[in-house]
Structure formats: structure tokens, C-alpha cells
């Protein structure tokens, strides 16, 4: 199997409405939680759907205080206090990262739990941003159980892991194929 046959892993689910499935990538089947509304092509803001799309991976973000480095040739970079990301549908930094405290809503990707410990930032309305579509979208360290994201892809640190530091990259995650 040529190297690039893994560039986009898959996201496999019972049904559209299922809150929990598997990536598939490579020899990695990983279970992961999604949001509770299950996969939809028609995304809106809080809505609680991981959207129906090919997601690329952006960048990996990560808490330099809880988590090593980890190796991975995708875009990376250490995150602090104050970082966030915009979820105001109507500000004009919607869906792009903010410094907190921020006049419009703004998600705090400085956590107390270890949820955003490593974020995999996933290029979902972010070109062109049409506002209310969805904000937000990242694949990170699910909570323990797989209990459902509010529309992110979340699994287990160590599986998370596996693919950052896979020997070929990850470049995207096909959330179409749901069955």
C-alpha cells in the first residue's frame, strides 16, 4: 500500500446518529466519540454534530506544561493561558484563534481538564467562514467513557498520539463515510 493511501483516515460509525465510532487509519482502528447529534452535512453552530465532510488537519496544537512534543512532521506549535478560539458567529475573527479574555465568545483551549492537552486543529469552515456554519472543530483527547464532544472527534490520548506521531501523517479525516 503506497504511503499516501493513508493521508486521509476514515471515520466509520453504526449510523448517522451514533455518538461513537472508529477511526480508521493505516492498522489503527481507534475508537472515538463524537457529538451527540451524530454526523451531519447541514452543520450550524451549536448544534451538537460532528460535520459530514473531508477534513483537513491544519495544525496540531499542544500544552507544552502537561504533554511532551509530540514528533510529528505536521504543523506544530505550544499553546498558553489565553489562547482560545473564536465561536461568536457574528464577529468578524469567527472560527480563527483569539486572545482571551475576548469581547465575542470565545472557546478557551487552556483547560483544567486535559481535553485539549493536544488538539489536531481540523480545517472545517475555516475557508471560506461562512458564520453560524461551525466553530471549533478539533480532534482531541476524549473524556473518559467516549462520552460525546459538542461536534469535535475525540479519542483516548495515547490513540490520538498514534496518529500525530504516525509514520505517514495523517493530512485529513473523511467523516462522509458513516456506516
Keep these: 500500500m503506497a504511503d499516501n493511501d493513508h493521508a486521509v483516515a476514515r471515520l466509520r460509525l453504526l449510523s448517522a446518529s451514533n455518538a461513537v465510532g472508529w477511526v480508521d487509519y493505516g492498522n489503527y482502528v481507534l475508537p472515538c466519540a463524537i457529538g451527540p447529534s451524530g454526523v451531519r452535512a ?16 491544519r495544525k ?4 507544552a506544561d502537561r504533554v511532551r512534543r509530540p514528533q510529528t512532521p505536521l504543523p506544530i506549535r505550544s499553546f498558553r493561558p489565553g489562547d482560545g ?12 484563534p483569539v486572545q482571551l479574555p475576548y469581547a465575542a465568545s470565545g472557546e478557551p483551549l487552556w483547560r483544567q481538564d486535559d481535553l485539549y492537552d ?6 472545517f469552515n475555516d475557508v471560506p467562514r461562512v458564520r453560524g456554519h461551525g466553530s471549533c472543530i478539533f480532534m482531541h483527547i ?13 479519542l483516548a490520548y495515547v490513540d490520538l ?10 493530512r485529513g479525516l473523511d467523516t462522509r463515510l458513516t456506516h
Excluded: F, H, Q
Design 42 to 57: 447541514l452543520k450550524r453552530e451549536g448544534d451538537g454534530a460532528t460535520p459530514r465532510a473531508i477534513l483537513p488537519v
Design 60 to 63: 496540531v496544537l499542544y500544552r
Design 85 to 96: 478560539w473564536c465561536d461568536g458567529s457574528t464577529d468578524r475573527n469567527y472560527n480563527r
Design 118 to 123: 493536544v488538539i489536531l486543529v481540523m480545517g
Design 142 to 154: 476524549a473524556r473518559m467513557g467516549l462520552t460525546p464532544t459538542e461536534g469535535c472527534i475525540a
Design 161 to 170: 498520539m498514534r496518529l500525530v506521531e504516525a509514520r505517514v501523517p495523517m
